[in-house]
């Protein structure tokens, strides 16, 4: 009889425990009070400070004609209640700008991105929460300063920030970039922006590992270094086509073609350590994709016709004892799906090998080990000391390379 009572007693109390458990957030925040930023931008300011702007919710509850975006990715729908700027600068925040229905811009000015995101708590009737971002854009001046690293880990380590958010670099004023950056095709801005970068991602116009946590991790690494994207306007002037190149063999902004979408996503922000020492155009991109072995469904343009790279494709790379040579193989089918076949599988392979190799020797003179040839050379080392003395970046730039393409057209 005592045995039942106690276990009687014992699963009231377990019952007890998990009610309080369940009654309330553990110091959550309502939706409600929060500012859920989708976009942020930082540019260099003067005197070493920093413009921090963040797209994000405005939070007003009436539904928009282009679909609803809620804090956590759906639900709440949100409208603009006007367009225009409202309200005027006030110490080091700028005007808050209503960009377009759903959704305002703010910005602040000072030492850090932590600064600068605390002012806007602190005169915005909102807590400034990242978990929704999806985009971080950094002026190429800033990007190409130490200043990088510290500013990223910075952000990833405030307001429970999405490390899954891309990191991009774009020539232009990075706040007038996201204020550019808009919804189309009838989605909301959260979702169009996870759509835009799984499709560049795709067809390898893009670098496979741009999200923030990635960028971090390749930046602390001595074995490997990071790739961001790269991404600029484009005021739909320029009607230059290269003549014998590829459409997409060029830098973001300079696209002779019009869209909705007036900012270009092509290409690479490369990186040696924290700054960023170099660009590669889409193409190069491509081949960067390839040779890192995480090319998807690559198009390439050979001779007039158009062939679609095989999800099937093997790469092995490695580092020959001797030599020192930098060596990657590769072996991939490809299918022709557009125009008429001109050259054989042992053409289409040289002119693969070429260009692979050529942006491999782009990459050293970047002092960029994106591939991470450095993991390979790292296990010959017995430990840190004697890893740290082979001075890998100097041995990295200055090795030889080979590229070896096996290619079966079906």
């Not at 499709?199 to 990635?214: G, N, R, V």
Request: negative net charge; proline residues 3%; glycine residues 10%.
């Amino acid at each position: 009889m005592n045995h039942v009572c106690a276990k009687t007693t014992a699963i009231v109390l377990m019952l007890c425990v998990c009610l309080a458990l369940l009654g309330g957030c553990g110091g959550g925040q309502e939706i409600e009070s929060c500012l859920f930023v989708l976009a942020m931008a930082i540019d260099p300011a003067p005197d070493g400070n920093l413009t921090v702007t963040v797209k994000a919710l405005s939070g007003t509850q009436e539904a928009t004609g282009g679909g609803s975006e809620s804090a956590s990715g759906e639900g709440t729908s949100e409208d603009s209640g006007g367009g225009g700027e409202q309200g005027g600068s006030m110490g080091g925040i700028s005007a808050l700008e209503q960009a377009e229905p759903g959704y305002i811009v703010l910005s602040a000015t000072a030492s850090s991105c932590l600064r600068a995101l605390s002012l806007l708590s602190a005169t915005t009737p909102r807590n400034v929460n990242l978990s929704q971002l999806r985009e971080v854009v950094i002026n190429r001046t800033l990007a190409e300063s130490d200043a990088t690293l510290s500013i990223l880990k910075e952000i990833h380590s405030m307001y429970n920030a999405n490390g899954g958010a891309i990191v991009v670099v774009t020539p232009d004023d990075a706040g007038d970039f996201i204020r550019r950056q808009r919804a189309i095709l009838g989605i909301r801005l959260s979702k169009y922006l996870e759509v835009l970068f799984d499709h560049f991602a795709e067809i390898d116009t893009i670098p496979p590992d741009a999200q923030l946590s990635a960028v971090i991790a390749a930046m602390e690494s001595s074995t490997i270094d990071a790739t961001a994207v790269y991404a600029a306007g484009n005021n739909f002037e320029n009607t230059l086509v290269l003549p014998g190149t590829s459409e997409t063999d060029r830098l973001p902004g300079h696209l002779p073609r019009t869209s909705p979408a007036e900012n270009e996503y092509l290409g690479s922000a490369l990186f040696s350590g924290p700054r960023m020492t170099g660009v590669l155009t889409g193409d190069e991109t491509g081949f960067l994709c390839l040779m890192m072995g995480k090319a998807k469904t690559r198009t390439s343009f050979i001779n007039g016709a158009q062939y679609k790279t095989n999800l099937s494709t093997r790469v092995v790379r490695n580092i020959d004892k001797q030599t020192g040579t930098l060596d990657i193989r590769i072996s991939m089918n490809m299918t022709l799906i557009a125009g008429e076949e001109s050259q054989t599988a042992g053409h289409i392979a040289a002119q693969i090998e070429e260009g692979a190799a050529n942006v491999l020797r782009k990459l050293q003179t970047a002092s960029c080990d994106a591939i991470g040839f450095g993991r390979i050379a790292v296990r010959r080392s017995l430990d840190i000391p004697g890893w740290e003395s082979i001075g890998w970046e100097n041995v990295y730039v200055d090795s030889p390379v080979k590229v070896t393409v096996r290619v079966d057209v079906l």
